[in-house]
């Protein structure tokens, strides 16, 4: 094979990748697998499809090596393959971000909407952590919680912050973070507790992205909000 064939032999595999992601419920359930290791039926109750879609898809995101899978008794369970998959997530994104005026549009309604404070960068946020300045919501359910968190974490899930929120100090500067940076979880946990009339912001993006800086992390269901 000649070197010009070679090149193009890689170019199809790389595009076979690139095709692999190319459909919304492949990437949302991406985002899903980035939380913990996952079985074909969680995935498809938190994306809204059916279980034989959610398999077909996934099976679509392995062939492509963009996840792995292993069998616990008679369920396939699914995590990312590693977290260089993050990383090209992160680059499509800021690709549409700065050059599809559509995605600056959605985003604009998306984010006006609920969120009229910048959200916390990674960085800012640890500082605040060392120095014991903030506390820190995960809003996702509580599986994915106790998969992994950010050090000293509370578990507050979206539908109990009506009522857990009250025993949270009413002084504290509260960041709220979720599945990833377009996750609906923490715009809607910040306006929640805006109205109820806490200082609260969201972390810029959420779990995955934190785990792959290399930034500390803690697992287990030991620090719930109530």
Same mark, same amino acid.
């Given at each position: /094979?000649?070197?010009?064939?070679?090149?193009?032999?890689?170019?199809?595999?790389?595009?076979?990748?690139?095709?692999?992601?190319? +459909?919304? +419920?492949?990437?949302?359930?991406?985002?899903?697998?980035?939380? &913990?290791?996952?079985?074909?039926?969680?995935?498809?109750?938190?994306? &809204? =499809?059916?279980?034989?879609?959610?398999?077909? +898809?996934?099976? +679509?995101? %392995?062939?492509?090596?963009?996840?792995?899978?292993?069998?616990?008794?008679?369920?396939?369970?699914?995590?990312?393959?590693?977290?260089?998959?993050?990383?090209?997530?992160?680059? /499509?994104?800021?690709?549409?971000?700065?050059? =599809? &005026?559509?995605?600056?549009?959605?985003?604009?309604? $998306?984010?006006?909407?609920?969120?009229?404070?910048? *959200?916390? #960068? %990674?960085?800012?946020? /640890? &500082?605040?952590?060392?120095?014991?300045?903030?506390?820190?919501?995960?809003? %996702?359910?509580?599986?994915? $919680?106790?998969?992994?968190?950010?050090?000293?974490?509370?578990?507050?899930?979206?539908?109990?912050? #009506?009522?857990?929120? *009250?025993?949270?100090?009413?002084?504290?500067?509260?960041?709220? $973070?979720?599945?990833? *940076? $377009?996750? =609906?979880?923490?715009?809607?946990?910040?306006?929640?507790?805006?109205?109820?009339?806490?200082?609260?912001?969201?972390?810029?993006?959420?779990?995955?992205?934190?785990?792959?800086?290399?930034? *500390?992390?803690?697992?287990?269901?030991?620090?719930?909000?109530?």
């Amino acid at each position: /094979m000649s070197r010009c064939n070679q090149k193009r032999a890689l170019f199809a595999q790389f595009a076979a990748v690139a095709k692999a992601m190319a +459909h919304e +419920h492949r990437l949302e359930l991406l985002e899903l697998v980035a939380q &913990g290791e996952r079985s074909v039926e969680n995935l498809a109750e938190r994306s &809204g =499809i059916t279980i034989a879609n959610a398999s077909q +898809h996934l099976q +679509h995101l %392995r062939r492509a090596g963009l996840v792995a899978a292993r069998r616990q008794g008679k369920f396939a369970l699914y995590r990312l393959a590693d977290d260089s998959v993050l990383a090209m997530l992160a680059a /499509m994104r800021k690709v549409a971000e700065r050059n =599809i &005026g559509e995605v600056d549009r959605i985003l604009r309604a $998306y984010s006006d909407a609920s969120d009229n404070l910048s *959200p916390m #960068s %990674r960085a800012e946020l /640890m &500082g605040k952590l060392e120095k014991g300045a903030v506390t820190v919501l995960d809003v %996702r359910p509580e599986d994915e $919680y106790a998969a992994g968190h950010l050090p000293g974490a509370r578990n507050l899930p979206l539908d109990q912050i #009506s009522r857990e929120a *009250p025993k949270l100090g009413r002084d504290d500067e509260i960041v709220a $973070y979720c599945r990833g *940076p $377009y996750c =609906i979880l923490s715009f809607e946990a910040v306006a929640e507790l805006r109205k109820a009339g806490f200082n609260a912001r969201r972390m810029e993006d959420g779990f995955p992205e934190w785990k792959a800086a290399g930034l *500390p992390v803690e697992k287990g269901a030991g620090s719930r909000a109530s």
